[in-house]
C-alpha cells in the first residue's frame, strides 16, 4: 500500500528549515547579481487572513521566485498596514490598548503567512505603527510642508458615523452605506490636510500614456483619481 503523504508534516518539516538556513534572506548585497524590489500590498491586520490575502501573496510568490531562479537578487519584504482608526475602534470594542489589540492581531496573522511558505524576508518585516517607521513617514510630511507642498482646509468628506472617519468615494457602496461599518454615509465638512498634486496633475496625466500594459480601467480611476478638471461644474 502506498503511505499517505501528510501534507502539514511535509510543509512544517521545509517551512522550519527554510527559517533555519535563511533560504529566503536576502543577506549582503552581491555586487554580481542584478538587483530587483518587489513589494506586495501589506494586509492590514484585522486578525484573520481571508482569501483574497492567498490570492493577492502567491502570485507575487511565485514571480519572486522565478526571478531568484533567474539569477537576480530579490528584496521580498512582509509588513502590516497597522496604523488607523479602525484598529483603534476594534480595539476600544474589545476595552483593550490598540497597541496591544494591533501586536496581537500581527503575530497571529504571522503564523498564518508562515503556513503559505512564502518566499518572503522576514528579517526585513515592519509594521507601520512601529516608531522606526512613522519616524520617516512624520519626516517627509514635515518636508512637504516645509516646501509649501501641504496646506489645510476646509472641505466636505464622507463620514462613517460609526467609525467615526473619513472614506474615499470607492469606500461608499452604492446604496450610500460604508464598505466596512453598514452605516449610512453622511456628507459633512472638514478640516483637513491636502497635498498640492495639482502642481504635478499635468505630468500625472501625461504619464499615464506610458503605462502600456495597465488595464485602461485602472488608468481611468487614477485619472479621475488625480482629478484635474477644466471649467466649472454647476448642480441645479
Same mark, same amino acid.
Given at each position: 500500500m502506498h503511505k499517505r503523504f501528510n501534507?502539514?508534516?511535509?510543509?512544517?518539516?521545509?517551512?522550519?528549515?527554510?527559517?533555519?538556513?535563511?533560504?529566503?534572506?536576502?543577506?549582503?548585497r552581491d555586487e554580481s547579481k542584478e538587483k530587483e524590489y518587489v513589494l506586495i500590498e501589506w494586509p492590514y491586520p484585522s486578525?484573520?487572513?481571508?482569501?483574497?490575502?492567498?490570492?493577492?501573496?502567491a502570485v507575487p510568490d511565485i514571480y519572486v521566485r522565478m526571478r531568484r531562479m533567474q539569477g537576480k537578487q530579490v528584496l521580498f519584504p512582509m509588513g502590516f498596514d497597522a496604523f488607523?482608526?479602525?484598529?483603534?475602534?476594534?480595539?476600544?470594542?474589545?476595552?483593550?490598548?490598540?497597541?496591544?489589540?494591533?501586536?496581537?492581531?500581527?503575530?497571529?496573522?504571522?503564523?498564518?503567512?508562515?503556513?503559505?511558505?512564502?518566499? #518572503?524576508? *522576514? &528579517?526585513?518585516?515592519?509594521? /507601520?505603527?512601529?516608531? $522606526?517607521?512613522? =519616524?520617516w513617514t512624520q519626516y517627509l510630511f514635515l518636508e512637504l510642508y516645509k516646501?509649501?507642498?501641504?496646506?489645510?482646509?476646509?472641505?466636505? #468628506?464622507? *463620514? &462613517?458615523?460609526?467609525?467615526? /472617519?473619513?472614506?474615499? $468615494?470607492?469606500? =461608499?457602496?452604492?446604496?450610500?452605506?460604508?464598505?466596512?461599518?453598514?452605516?449610512?454615509?453622511?456628507?459633512?465638512l472638514l478640516k483637513q490636510w491636502f497635498l498640492r498634486i495639482t502642481n504635478y496633475a499635468d505630468e500625472l496625466l501625461k504619464?499615464?500614456?506610458?503605462?502600456?500594459?495597465?488595464p485602461e480601467r485602472v488608468k481611468i480611476m487614477q485619472d479621475n483619481w488625480i482629478g484635474k478638471s477644466i471649467g466649472t461644474n454647476i448642480n441645479f
Open positions: 501534507h502539514q508534516e511535509f510543509e512544517k518539516k521545509w517551512q522550519e528549515k527554510w527559517s533555519e538556513t535563511g533560504l529566503y534572506a536576502v543577506g549582503a486578525g484573520n487572513l481571508h482569501i483574497g490575502h492567498w490570492y493577492a501573496f488607523g482608526l479602525p484598529a483603534e475602534n476594534a480595539a476600544i470594542e474589545r476595552g483593550i490598548s490598540p497597541s496591544v489589540w494591533t501586536k496581537k492581531n500581527i503575530s497571529h496573522m504571522k503564523s498564518q503567512l508562515k503556513l503559505l511558505g512564502l518566499s #518572503v524576508d *522576514w &528579517d526585513k518585516e515592519f509594521a /507601520t505603527c512601529d516608531e $522606526n517607521y512613522y =519616524v516646501a509649501g507642498l501641504v496646506y489645510q482646509k476646509e472641505s466636505e #468628506v464622507n *463620514w &462613517d458615523p460609526i467609525d467615526n /472617519t473619513v472614506l474615499a $468615494n470607492e469606500q =461608499v457602496d452604492s446604496d450610500g452605506k460604508s464598505w466596512r461599518s453598514g452605516a449610512i454615509v453622511e456628507k459633512k504619464d499615464l500614456e506610458k503605462l502600456d500594459y495597465w
